[in-house]
């Protein structure tokens, strides 16, 4: 069994993937055409939101005071979500889903790697629960980029 602070570590990168698709998927609703998009990406995004407060509630479980209560660099997207920027400079809607599905395989494959890990069954539960919406938003919007 992992010690607490090896879990809570894990937790705090779950946390932070997850603001990453926040932020990712917000800055996507606010430079994407069409509403049906907008309001799959502000679903996308209020869903991360979502999910990092069952994280840090589970962090908090652990005995972290703090998890991950900073958000990244205000705007600053990291790992699968970097060309983003890019994408949306040229306001190519086909190169933005690209991105967003590129900041999901990032989520997925950090998902995949805890969910490798012992931990607690209620932390399990939570973990796999996100893990299982994430692959589905990203078969989502793989969709979408391929139709």
């Known amino acids: ?62 005995g972290d005071s703090n998890p991950e209560n900073a958000s990244s660099v205000a705007g600053t997207l990291h790992r699968g979500w970097i060309n983003l920027k890019t994408a949306i400079g040229g306001r190519d809607q086909q190169a933005i889903l690209a991105e967003c599905e590129r900041g999901e395989d990032s989520a997925v494959a950090e998902y995949q790697k805890t969910l490798a890990q012992e931990m607690p069954k209620d932390i399990r539960e939570i973990v796999e629960h996100q893990h299982a919406a994430i692959v589905a938003t990203h078969d989502r919007v793989k969709a979408l980029r391929d139709a």
């Open 1 to 62: 069994m992992h010690s607490n602070s090896d879990l809570r570590s894990t937790l705090n990168h779950l946390i932070q993937t997850c603001r990453d698709g926040q932020e990712g998927f917000l800055t996507a609703a606010e430079n994407v055409q069409g509403v049906e998009l907008k309001q799959l990406f502000n679903e996308c995004s209020l869903q991360r939101a979502k999910f990092t407060g069952e994280l840090q509630a589970a962090a908090h479980g652990l």
